[in-house]
């Protein structure tokens, strides 16, 4: 089992920038592909970006391409999504998860993954 905890949201204006981080407990963190998701008011969760177990792959939804960077670090246990150019549109909770299944093709299914943290607030003011 692991624990995910989120952190590094705020607020940030139009254009700018924010590092969102997501530190999980225990030593089997390079055992889980990690996933970024997100979810405004009123709508359902999305997938944003995921990255694999060694970190050599990635996949990002069109809308996060040239303009979010996921990476990760296993010996401290942690992912990290790299957001620039933030439009109002990317307002959201974003969370992390981790899917334990090792996958041809990394998930954007919220249910395909086992753990998740309690998500942190990211506004972006136009």
């Known amino acids: 089992q692991v624990q995910l905890v989120e952190s590094g949201g705020g607020l940030v204006q139009a254009g700018g920038s924010v590092r969102v981080s997501c530190q999980a407990s225990?030593?089997?963190?390079?055992?889980?592909?990690m996933g970024w998701f997100r979810q405004a008011p009123g709508k359902e969760r999305e997938f944003v970006v995921a990255?694999?177990?060694?970190?050599?792959?990635?996949r990002y939804v069109d809308s996060a391409k040239g303009r979010f960077t996921i990476s990760r670090d296993n010996a401290k246990n942690t992912v990290y999504l790299q957001m620039n150019g933030l439009k109002p549109e990317d307002t959201a909770v974003y969370y992390c998860?981790?899917?334990?299944?090792?996958?041809?093709?990394?998930?954007?299914?919220?249910?395909?993954?086992?753990?998740w943290g309690q998500g942190t607030q990211v506004t972006v003011s136009s």
């Open positions: 998860a981790a899917d334990s299944i090792w996958r041809v093709e990394l998930s954007t299914r919220p249910r395909e993954y086992d753990y």
């Open positions: 225990g030593r089997t963190f390079s055992r889980y592909a």
């Open positions: 990255i694999s177990r060694s970190g050599g792959r990635t």
